[in-house]
């Protein structure tokens, strides 16, 4: 790649920013508190925008487009962009090959080993820290002069390099022999699309402009976003386009036995299959097509779907079976794989992608289509699902095998969704989809849509557990980097002689998910000094991704492991591995040969088909018989010694006490927002000395919820407005009575704080306050009005009716 095409890159606003310049904007935010990090970015961003005024006023000819610079800093979110195919490994094998280190070196081994524990001068939380510290004294002390263009510029000549399989390494070697330790660190984070800034990128999107997110949401395209939103001061109208991707909806978490909550008031629902595929969105116009995956690739140049009907597999079935009277649509499905022979629908968990088939595959794509956004130029998305599906029945002729359309079924019982589902398990499916029917399609949203997903592994004894034993460990990443984060797991051979314990135990799977900081803290301290680098010989290892540290099976212990199913795999020597693993309980109370055998494990496979389902059981309507707000507790089976030493601790490390502003109350927070999720409101009210349950009790002084339409969150408002043991409030008081200047005192809760209360706050509140919000002796101000007419306006009063405000003998006539 040229880099010296200055004249050119001079012309654009990334060519007159310096790399080095964006890379301490980066490094600074990336050590601000969490307050000040979206203060920086909008600095910077502001200054960009400043020199790019400027440039244009000086040149009006001057490309001075904000998207060579968003895109470095946010990489994750760039589909447009050829795929680096470079992660860590690969970039551990590259920079040792352009530093010519040495496969064997001992800088070599540090950087294809950064995970694991180095030294305090090689402290790093990923990647591309541990590189910097290990290579900065072969990289220049002084900043290069590249500008944001020319790092662009060199980004995009990787990518193709890899289109066309070719080295990258004399890419490397120039760009790493003019820049420094800091911009190496840097590149390497954008190379890996995680800048680690600890701010998210929806917050992000927001500092650049108030409608981005919403922007993205219909779009997905960063460089569309650069060129709509160009000006701050100006408001965009987002809407869905055909053409270009946009988020779709997605599906809250339901467990079987809450399904009688989904009928309270009445509701009807449609029950559909849960397919476990790849979801995707096809947008067609006058004989043209596009196909993108969920997360926003493009895949209509991929051959089993195509531009046009002769380009493609999928597009030129579609020509076939597509309505004539259907000049556009956008549809939602999912893209599944058929098998030509077996006719049969595959699943993600088996061998094949369905994004990359060819017509010499076993399989073909097959698109089942549950939804549809866009009707002959006409969104539909703001339309009851139920008038969706009539729409949906005449776009298209079904085709078994390639176009299907998913079969629903109407309910409005829970006997009936009870039913189904156990119809689900009986066939082997991934679970059910319930939407009501009335649901509207509301883009990048899950929970409060009212549709939901419903699997087997959701409930505690529904799936089939399998205790398996500890026989290696991964390192993590991030605050993990050098602690052990996951564990390779094994079965025992069943070829031993009866009576005696196993001699040979096999890998089966990696798991991580499940366990707690605080269980992971007393596995570290149990398994302190029994880890080794050397593999054990009785222990047969997976054929790849191995484990970092080993452990003696007779020094290990057993976790018990639930898994969606069982599916057969290669890389493992017990020839199955498993889907979806989470740990359930740690079982120090069982001796390590009492682990799963290789014949257990032969025992839960039914048939020849490669994808085992791990369901024990169907469900019995007693299951979800109504009961209060139980919490699953996990059973653990620790010994005595080991539970004294077990402490709860919902954080990794005691956040820093800025004030007593709560002294010990107890708050429960359900669920937070974007802004702030739950773990952060936690972290906040630790600071402030609350005592933080995940439970509210008897002695609560509130409960925080930030959605009210999620399942949990409903149910617990419901069962208050009936109860009233609780004061459940809004973000809106948290963010009030947490703001720096009122950390003097605590504030009483105010009427529109709450959104359900006890008997005795709310007769408190009546002293000063009427039903319209109106306080009796302060004078009413433009925000107390608004905030009265909103009250009104959602109170059901249906004549004429006059609001005398007490101070300001204001008259409102208001006709609902």
Same mark, same amino acid.
């Given at each position: 790649?040229?880099?010296n095409? $200055?004249?050119?890159?001079n012309?654009?606003?990334?060519?007159?920013?310096?790399?080095?310049?964006?890379?301490?904007?980066?490094?600074?935010?990336s050590?601000?508190h969490?307050?000040?990090?979206?203060?920086i970015?909008?600095?910077?961003?502001?200054?960009?925008?400043?020199t790019?005024?400027?440039?244009?006023t000086?040149?009006p000819?001057?490309?001075?487009?904000?998207?060579?610079?968003?895109?470095?800093?946010?990489?994750?979110?760039? $589909?447009?962009?050829?795929?680096?195919?470079?992660? /860590?490994?690969?970039?551990?094998?590259?920079?040792?090959?352009?530093f010519?280190l040495?496969?064997?070196?001992?800088?070599?081994?540090?950087?294809?080993q950064?995970?694991?524990?180095?030294?305090?001068?090689?402290?790093?939380?990923?990647?591309?820290?541990?590189?910097?510290?290990?290579?900065?004294?072969r990289?220049?002390?002084?900043?290069?002069?590249?500008?944001?263009?020319?790092?662009?510029?060199?980004?995009?000549?990787?990518?193709?390099?890899?289109k066309?399989?070719?080295?990258k390494?004399?890419?490397? =070697?120039?760009?790493?022999?003019?820049?420094n330790?800091?911009?190496?660190?840097w590149?390497?984070?954008?190379?890996?699309?995680n800048?680690?800034?600890?701010?998210?990128?929806?917050?992000?999107?927001?500092?650049?402009?108030?409608?981005?997110?919403?922007?993205?949401?219909?779009?997905?395209?960063?460089?569309?976003?650069?060129?709509?939103?160009?000006?701050?001061?100006?408001?965009?109208?987002?809407?869905?386009?055909?053409?270009s991707?946009f988020?779709?909806?997605?599906? !809250?978490?339901?467990?079987i036995?809450? &399904?009688?909550?989904?009928?309270?008031?009445?509701?009807?629902?449609?029950?559909?299959?849960?397919?476990?595929?790849?979801?995707?969105?096809?947008?067609?116009k006058?004989?043209?097509? =596009?196909? *993108?995956?969920?997360?926003?690739?493009? &895949?209509t140049?991929?051959? +089993?779907?195509?531009?046009?009907?002769?380009?493609?597999?999928?597009?030129?079935? *579609?020509?076939?079976?597509?309505?004539?009277?259907?000049?556009?649509?956008?549809?939602?499905?999912?893209?599944? +794989?058929?098998?030509?022979? =077996?006719k049969?629908?595959?699943?993600?968990?088996?061998n094949?992608?369905?994004?990359?088939?060819?017509e010499?595959?076993?399989?073909?794509?097959?698109?089942?289509?549950?939804?549809?956004?866009?009707?002959?130029?006409?969104?539909?998305?703001?339309?009851?699902?139920?008038? $969706?599906?009539?729409? #949906?029945?005449?776009?298209?002729?079904?085709?078994?095998?390639?176009?299907?359309?998913?079969?629903s079924?109407?309910?409005?019982?829970?006997e009936?969704?009870c039913?189904?589902?156990?119809?689900?398990?009986?066939?082997? !499916?991934?679970?059910?989809?319930?939407?009501?029917?009335?649901?509207?399609?509301?883009l990048?949203i899950?929970? +409060?849509?009212?549709c939901?997903?419903?699997?087997?592994?959701?409930?505690?004894?529904?799936i089939?557990d399998?205790?398996?034993?500890?026989?290696g460990?991964?390192?993590?990443d991030?605050?993990?980097?050098?602690?052990?984060?996951?564990?390779?797991?094994?079965?025992?051979?069943?070829s031993?002689?009866?009576? !005696?314990?196993?001699?040979?135990?096999l890998?089966i799977?990696?798991?991580?998910?499940?366990l707690?900081?605080d269980?992971?803290?007393?596995?570290? $301290?149990? *398994?302190?000094?029994?880890?080794?680098t050397?593999?054990?010989?009785?222990?047969?290892p997976?054929?790849?991704?191995?484990?970092?540290?080993?452990?003696?099976?007779?020094?290990?212990?057993?976790?018990?492991?639930?898994?969606?199913?069982?599916?057969?795999?290669?890389?493992?020597?017990?020839?199955?591995?498993?889907?979806f693993?989470?740990?359930?309980?740690?079982?120090?109370?069982?001796?390590?040969?009492?682990?799963?055998?290789?014949?257990?494990?032969q025992?839960?496979?039914?048939?020849?088909?490669?994808?085992q389902?791990?369901?024990?059981?169907k469900?019995?309507y007693?299951?979800?018989?109504?009961?209060?707000?139980?919490?699953?507790?996990?059973?653990?089976?620790?010994?005595?010694?080991?539970?004294?030493?077990?402490?709860?601790?919902?954080?990794?490390?005691p956040?820093?006490?800025?004030?007593?502003?709560?002294?010990?109350?107890?708050?429960?927070?359900?669920?937070?927002?974007?802004e702030?999720?739950?773990?952060?409101?936690e972290?906040?009210?630790?600071?402030?000395?609350?005592?933080?349950?995940?439970?509210?009790?008897? @002695?609560?002084?509130?409960?925080?919820i +930030?959605n009210?339409?999620?399942?949990?969150?409903?149910?617990?408002?419901?069962?208050?407005?009936?109860?009233?043991?609780?004061?459940?409030?809004?973000?809106?008081?948290?963010?009030?009575?947490?703001?720096? @200047?009122?950390?003097?005192?605590?504030?009483?809760?105010?009427?529109?704080?709450?959104?359900?209360?006890?008997?005795s706050t709310?007769?408190? #509140?009546?002293?000063?306050?009427?039903?319209?919000?109106d306080h009796?002796?302060?004078?009413?101000?433009? /925000?107390?009005?608004?905030?009265?007419f909103?009250?009104?306006?959602?109170?059901?009063i249906?004549?004429?009716? @006059?609001?005398?405000?007490?101070?300001?003998?204001?008259?409102?006539?208001?006709?609902?």
């Amino acid at each position: 790649m040229n880099f010296n095409k $200055r004249n050119e890159m001079n012309k654009t606003l990334a060519g007159k920013i310096e790399f080095k310049n964006l890379c301490n904007v980066l490094e600074k935010v990336s050590k601000a508190h969490n307050t000040e990090k979206a203060d920086i970015l909008e600095q910077f961003i502001q200054e960009c925008r400043i020199t790019g005024h400027k440039l244009k006023t000086e040149f009006p000819d001057m490309d001075i487009s904000f998207f060579p610079i968003l895109k470095l800093i946010l990489p994750d979110l760039e $589909r447009r962009q050829e795929a680096y195919n470079l992660k /860590e490994k690969s970039l551990a094998d590259l920079y040792i090959r352009v530093f010519c280190l040495g496969k064997d070196s001992k800088d070599a081994k540090k950087l294809k080993q950064y995970k694991a524990p180095i030294s305090k001068k090689i402290a790093g939380r990923d990647f591309a820290e541990k590189a910097c510290c290990i290579l900065q004294n072969r990289l220049p002390r002084k900043n290069s002069d590249f500008t944001l263009e020319q790092i662009n510029l060199f980004l995009n000549d990787i990518s193709l390099k890899n289109k066309a399989d070719r080295p990258k390494d004399e890419i490397f =070697k120039f760009l790493l022999g003019k820049t420094n330790a800091l911009e190496l660190k840097w590149i390497t984070r954008i190379i890996l699309k995680n800048l680690k800034l600890g701010i998210t990128s929806k917050k992000i999107l927001q500092v650049f402009h108030p409608d981005a997110n919403s922007l993205f949401d219909v779009s997905s395209n960063l460089q569309h976003i650069c060129e709509k939103l160009y000006d701050p001061q100006l408001r965009y109208h987002c809407d869905i386009q055909i053409f270009s991707h946009f988020k779709p909806m997605l599906l !809250e978490r339901c467990q079987i036995e809450d &399904i009688k909550k989904l009928f309270n008031e009445k509701e009807q629902y449609f029950v559909q299959c849960k397919y476990d595929g790849e979801r995707s969105q096809i947008h067609i116009k006058d004989g043209k097509y =596009k196909y *993108f995956t969920r997360q926003g690739y493009d &895949i209509t140049n991929n051959s +089993g779907f195509g531009k046009t009907s002769s380009s493609g597999f999928m597009s030129s079935v *579609f020509d076939r079976l597509l309505n004539q009277e259907v000049k556009s649509v956008i549809l939602d499905g999912e893209l599944m +794989g058929w098998h030509k022979e =077996k006719k049969l629908l595959g699943s993600k968990g088996m061998n094949y992608d369905v994004k990359k088939l060819s017509e010499n595959s076993h399989y073909q794509p097959c698109f089942i289509a549950f939804d549809i956004i866009m009707h002959n130029d006409i969104l539909v998305n703001n339309e009851p699902y139920e008038k $969706r599906l009539k729409i #949906l029945e005449n776009i298209f002729k079904e085709e078994e095998g390639v176009l299907l359309l998913c079969k629903s079924i109407k309910v409005s019982k829970s006997e009936e969704l009870c039913n189904i589902f156990n119809e689900s398990i009986k066939n082997k !499916e991934e679970g059910i989809v319930v939407k009501k029917c009335d649901s509207k399609y509301k883009l990048n949203i899950k929970d +409060g849509t009212g549709c939901y997903k419903i699997k087997a592994e959701y409930s505690e004894d529904l799936i089939q557990d399998i205790d398996l034993i500890i026989l290696g460990g991964y390192y993590g990443d991030g605050k993990f980097i050098g602690s052990i984060k996951s564990f390779l797991m094994g079965v025992a051979s069943s070829s031993k002689t009866p009576g !005696e314990n196993p001699i040979e135990f096999l890998s089966i799977v990696s798991v991580s998910n499940g366990l707690s900081m605080d269980e992971l803290k007393e596995l570290w $301290r149990i *398994f302190e000094n029994k880890w080794q680098t050397q593999r054990p010989t009785n222990v047969i290892p997976p054929k790849i991704d191995l484990p970092e540290l080993w452990i003696c099976p007779e020094n290990s212990i057993i976790l018990t492991v639930k898994a969606s199913e069982m599916t057969r795999s290669s890389d493992y020597p017990t020839g199955y591995s498993l889907r979806f693993p989470e740990v359930t309980n740690i079982r120090t109370d069982k001796p390590w040969y009492n682990v799963c055998t290789t014949n257990d494990l032969q025992s839960l496979i039914k048939d020849t088909w490669p994808i085992q389902k791990l369901t024990k059981r169907k469900v019995n309507y007693e299951d979800i018989e109504v009961s209060e707000i139980k919490v699953s507790k996990r059973k653990k089976y620790y010994s005595k010694n080991e539970q004294a030493l077990i402490k709860p601790n919902i954080f990794d490390d005691p956040p820093i006490q800025f004030t007593r502003l709560f002294d010990d109350k107890e708050i429960c927070v359900i669920n937070g927002n974007d802004e702030l999720p739950k773990k952060r409101i936690e972290e906040i009210l630790l600071q402030h000395k609350a005592n933080v349950v995940q439970n509210p009790l008897k @002695e609560n002084y509130c409960i925080i919820i +930030g959605n009210i339409k999620t399942i949990k969150a409903n149910d617990i408002i419901q069962n208050n407005n009936i109860n009233k043991k609780y004061d459940i409030v809004t973000l809106d008081w948290f963010k009030r009575v947490t703001k720096e @200047e009122n950390w003097s005192s605590l504030q009483d809760f105010l009427p529109w704080d709450l959104i359900s209360s006890r008997e005795s706050t709310k007769q408190r #509140l009546a002293q000063y306050y009427d039903d319209y919000y109106d306080h009796y002796t302060v004078d009413a101000n433009e /925000e107390t009005l608004l905030r009265s007419f909103k009250k009104l306006e959602e109170t059901e009063i249906y004549s004429i009716i @006059e609001y005398s405000y007490k101070k300001k003998k204001l008259v409102l006539v208001y006709d609902k």
